[in-house]
């Protein structure tokens, strides 16, 4: 129970359970609904921490120094789950304590009631306070073993600052805090700032006093306490900044290639802003395993999730290396662009993570051009236009109405969606106006706060193009994608494209395709390098005069645009002749990925987008095989049928099977990267989807020989290896893999084991392998991997879903406590109305009870829906393409009639 103790002149006299404080005190006034009152802001703060990791709970006190605008005798907080002990407060420079108690109100507030009416002004404000440390979820203070040893660590955004501090938990609220931790003697305790002062107490414990921050909102503040390896990795940047790998004990020689490439990255970023980067240090903290996020941007005290950041030398892949390159440019980008300037609230936290999106891949293509991070951009602008063709879908720029909201503003509309709208329009301004305009917005809001309408004119100022505010804006205020209809048209005077613009749906949705856009078209007639010509398409038609005489072709999307392409006529097919060999890599995947799309919306058969999979299956650049890949893939869970499925494994065989095979397993002296990328891509799908029994033969040979000897298969096929020999395995292979989680000792290993044991479809093996995420013997944060895995297959996914139903109460102790949040999601992969309503009455009560729920169950209710349409829609024309395939049909590109 939380308590109240009433502060000086009462201090020590007594302590009240809340509800009688209510009594005595009166009846107290209403909470705020999500927003603290504009009366009180904080000036500073001082916060000291008494934080034992092997201890579930801490105590804390908090020195607010406050400004008051207006005559009050409340000040309101954000707090949670805090037992305050003692509250005072004493007006800044003055000496008399002021009389005042502090209650919890509602579920993440804190009342502090002064015993008289207090005049504007200053005053400090003091609270002592116990508060948990968590052990499940990652979020607030919470604590993990790694080895023998415990750790605590912090993790604030959104809203979890609050879990640790009675403060002003917005991020709007930004002011310096200065931080003391006092941490048993054998820990090293590490923040956003530089340790000024390091001292033994007479416990024998140690007090760290930090120096003060730069100015910053409550959910970037971070620490850790434990015994951890520190290594250094240099400096980096104008000012020489020092940056370290702080890790858990023993682990130092894993941080080689985050040690590596971090500085360099640092330093690119640096040439883009003309900004030094502006913190005293960069710390990356490792944290054993974190849920929910992967990393954190918290300003000089980055923290990551130890697979992305630590791997054994020996371990240390390609798709490692990349991904944490990845990762490190965008939290790093963060440091200026979220942390040095600010959202002013949630509702623009697209400003923050959509910049840092598009910044990393900018940033790690120039650092390193070699891995084509351009083509990547293309792949995630698609996955992005598949999550907004949702009706459910966010807008990007989404009011907030409640901390609902505030968890789902994390989501791929944030990140991939916004990342590609601030590509689309850097292509049409010019990438040194607009790097110049991010220039001018970041020196107009330093160490403050902005808002997407400070960012939008900041653009439109540096390049003097008024036009930029509401064209951003109409991607920014509503959701959804544009799909242009482009018409070449070569008759009655110059050559010109005829555009008409509606929003994109996939057959069966309940939307209207009457929104529209201002959208930046850019069309190109030649070859890669030829310029582009670029309209502003307002209306909801529109056109594009094209140079010279009428073309052969013409691309419709050459700058990178979110929107999707309709080709009218015989357009589609002069623009995919000889295999896309006039197009970019990334027009290609871009050009394929929206026939796909077509093929969903039913305004192109879904024939042709199959028929666009053999020329281009041996296309010399990676990410375009992969893209036709994803296009062969889609049917064959939903479309394909029993009788014609022997077809389409001859179909997969007979487009990918010699190339795979070709690969093989295993890499070859004078690899290139993208051969090896390649390789994982391409074998495990063949082995898989085609008729490769060699394929599959070798997988269970190498995984039986890598659970002897983990030098037997190269460390970047490894988790495919176990992927194919698991679909293909047998019970004997089921125990044998699941002896080797249960004496793993690397939390990578062993939850990759788990993941596996999900994967097997002998359905003698699945109820055993289910049975797993309820065995005390596994921590059920990554044993639920199990049931994930079983989800994903049509074969196994009914037993998963009854098998949850059965045991959601079993399983949901078990885990953080917003986890079950996203269990709606798993079942997305049904296409019936059965399941759909089944899965509606089974969560409509429960989905409410977690932050996020709601909007995981309509994502998941509108995606059942529309699978049942497309399966209706395309069934039989993916039946009568594999069933005329061997007659090498020809490819048809026209639209549908009537389309």
């Not at 600010?342 to 840092?356: K, P, S, V």
């Not at 829609?873 to 039946?879: F, H, I, N, P």
Request: glycine share 6%; aromatic share 10%; proline share 7%.
């Amino acid at each position: 129970m939380k308590r109240t103790l009433l502060s000086p002149p009462f201090k020590g006299i007594l302590l009240l359970p809340l509800a009688i404080a209510f009594a005595v005190l009166g009846e107290s006034p209403q909470p705020p609904k999500l927003r603290l009152p504009a009366g009180a802001a904080p000036v500073r703060y001082a916060a000291e921490l008494w934080l034992d990791p092997s201890k579930e709970t801490f105590k804390g006190k908090m020195e607010i120094r406050i400004s008051l605008k207006g005559e009050s005798d409340t000040l309101w907080l954000n707090g949670k789950e805090l037992t305050i002990e003692s509250a005072s407060a004493i007006a800044a420079g003055g000496k008399d304590a002021i009389p005042a108690e502090a209650t919890a109100a509602g579920t993440d507030y804190v009342r502090i009631h002064f015993q008289r009416n207090l005049p504007p002004g200053d005053y400090d404000v003091t609270l002592t306070y116990t508060g948990r440390v968590e052990s499940k979820d990652t979020e607030g203070i919470f604590r993990q073993k790694d080895g023998a040893d415990w750790y605590a660590f912090s993790h604030f955004e959104a809203i979890y600052a609050r879990r640790a501090f009675p403060c002003f938990d917005e991020p709007s609220y930004k002011t310096p805090w200065q931080l003391t931790i006092h941490a048993p003697k054998s820990a090293i305790a590490v923040s956003n700032t530089p340790v000024a002062s390091e001292a033994v107490e007479a416990d024998g414990g140690k007090r760290f006093v930090f120096a003060p921050t730069k100015p910053l909102p409550s959910y970037l503040v971070a620490f850790g306490v434990g015994p951890f390896d520190v290594v250094n990795a240099g400096t980096a940047g104008r000012n020489k900044v020092p940056i370290r790998m702080i890790v858990p004990k023993g682990r130092a020689a894993d941080a080689r290639w985050a040690a590596a490439s971090t500085g360099p990255l640092l330093e690119q970023l640096e040439k883009y802003f003309d900004i030094p980067y502006p913190y005293e240090k960069l710390d990356h903290l490792v944290i054993p395993q974190t849920v929910g996020f992967g990393a954190m941007e918290n300003a000089g005290l980055v923290t990551y999730s130890s697979g992305l950041l630590l791997a054994k030398p020996a371990h240390e892949t390609i798709r490692f290396r990349r991904a944490y390159a990845s990762v490190c440019a965008h939290e790093t980008a963060h440091q200026w662009f979220g942390d040095f300037v600010t959202t002013e609230w949630w509702n623009d936290i697209w400003l923050n993570e959509a910049f840092a999106t598009w910044m990393a891949s900018k940033i790690v293509d120039r650092w390193k051009p070699e891995w084509s991070w351009a083509v990547q951009r293309a792949s995630a602008r698609t996955g992005a236009m598949d999550q907004d063709s949702l009706v459910t879908a966010r807008r990007i720029r989404q009011p907030i109405s409640g901390n609902d909201d505030i968890v789902s503003a994390f989501d791929g509309i944030t990140y991939q969606k916004g990342a590609a709208v601030i590509e689309m329009f850097e292509g049409w301004v010019g990438e040194e106006g607009f790097r110049q305009g991010i220039q001018r917005y970041l020196k107009a809001h330093a160490w403050g706060n902005a808002t997407a309408d400070d960012f939008v004119s900041a653009i439109a100022e540096a390049t003097q193009n008024p036009a930029v505010v509401p064209a951003f804006r109409s991607f920014l205020d509503q959701p959804g994608v544009p799909l242009v209809t482009a018409e070449l048209v070569c008759t009655g005077g110059a050559p010109r494209l005829l555009l008409s613009q509606k929003r994109y749906l996939p057959t069966g949705s309940t939307g209207s395709t009457k929104e529209t856009w201002q959208v930046p078209v850019c069309a190109r007639v030649g070859d890669p390098g030829s310029a582009k010509v670029c309209t502003l398409l307002t209306q909801a038609s529109g056109e594009l005069a094209l140079p010279g005489a009428c073309p052969v072709r013409v691309l419709a999307n050459a700058g990178a645009g979110y929107y999707r392409v309709l080709y009218a006529g015989n357009l589609l097919g002069k623009v995919l002749a000889d295999a896309g060999k006039h197009l970019t890599p990334s027009e290609r995947v871009a050009t394929l990925s929206d026939v796909s799309a077509l093929a969903r919306s039913g305004d192109v058969p879904m024939a042709t987008a199959l028929s666009l999979v053999p020329p281009f299956a041996n296309d010399p650049d990676r990410p375009v095989v992969e893209a036709v890949q994803k296009i062969a893939a889609a049917p064959r869970d939903l479309l394909v049928t029993d009788a014609m499925r022997p077809r389409y494994r001859r179909f997969v065989s007979d487009t990918f099977g010699a190339r795979a095979r070709a690969l093989g397993w295993k890499a070859r002296p004078g690899d290139d990267e993208d051969t090896q990328l390649l390789r994982a891509a391409l074998v495990p799908f063949a082995a898989n989807e085609g008729d490769e029994p060699a394929l599959v033969a070798d997988a269970m040979r190498l995984a039986n020989a890598w659970m002897k000897d983990r030098s037997a298969v190269d460390p970047l096929m490894v988790p495919d290896v176990l992927d194919v020999a698991a679909r293909h395995g047998d019970m004997e292979l089921f125990q044998s893999f699941l002896a080797e989680a249960r004496k793993a000792t690397d939390r990578r290993e062993r939850t990759r084991f788990l993941a596996t044991l999900g994967l097997f479809r002998d359905p003698s093996i699945v109820p055993a392998a289910l049975r797993v995420t309820l065995a005390d013997e596994f921590d059920a944060r990554e044993s639920i991997a199990i049931l994930r895995e079983e989800f994903t297959s049509r074969e196994t996914r009914g037993e998963a879903w009854v098998f949850l139903k059965a045991n959601f109460d079993r399983i949901v102790p078990r885990l953080p406590r917003e986890s079950p949040a996203r269990f709606p999601s798993m079942a997305a992969g049904f296409s019936d109305g059965e399941h759909r309503a089944d899965v509606e009455m089974f969560f409509k009560d429960r989905a409410p009870k977690y932050m996020g729920g709601p909007r995981y169950l309509a994502q998941t209710l509108e995606q059942i829906q529309l699978h049942a349409a497309l399966k209706a829609a395309q069934e039989e024309s993916v039946s009568d393409f594999l069933s005329h395939y061997e007659a090498k049909p020809t490819i048809d590109v026209r639209p549908q009639a009537g389309m």
